[in-house]
């Protein structure tokens, strides 16, 4: 069974940083590309961050864009997300998600398999 397991989040004050980790069992993920999408409350899955499987290129939401990393670790089969300088409006249950799509894509759409979710609180 493909299990994709989020962990990580937390309590933090702005400003302050929190990696967040997705451990892969079941299947490797070498060949998949990997995201990043988090869910606020009342609102839908939003793009955060991906990683192509074939250059490992990255993709950002422009309101990460140098604050979050994201990056992979085949060997270990997870991924991670660095969060710096984290703000409120970073409030949200981030998830990881992993897709075969030939471009990377922003769309939920797109992603097969799914984390149950890791929440991540920043307080101002």
């Known amino acids: 069974q493909v299990q994709l397991v989020e962990s990580g989040g937390g309590l933090v004050q702005a400003g302050g940083s929190l990696r967040l980790s997705c451990a892969a069992s079941g299947r490797t993920f070498t060949n998949w590309n990997m995201a990043w999408f988090r869910q606020a409350e009342g609102e839908e899955h939003g793009f955060v961050a991906a990683e192509a499987w074939t250059d490992h290129n990255a993709y950002y939401l422009d309101s990460v864009k140098g604050r979050f990393t994201i990056s992979r670790d085949n060997a270990a089969n997870t991924v991670y997300l660095q969060m710096n300088s984290l703000k409120p409006e970073d409030t949200a249950v981030y998830y990881c998600?992993?897709?075969?799509?030939?471009?990377?894509?922003?769309?939920?759409?797109?992603?097969?398999?799914w984390g149950q979710g890791t929440q991540v609180t920043v307080s101002s």
């Open positions: 998600a992993a897709g075969r799509s030939v471009r990377v894509s922003q769309s939920p759409d797109d992603y097969d398999y």
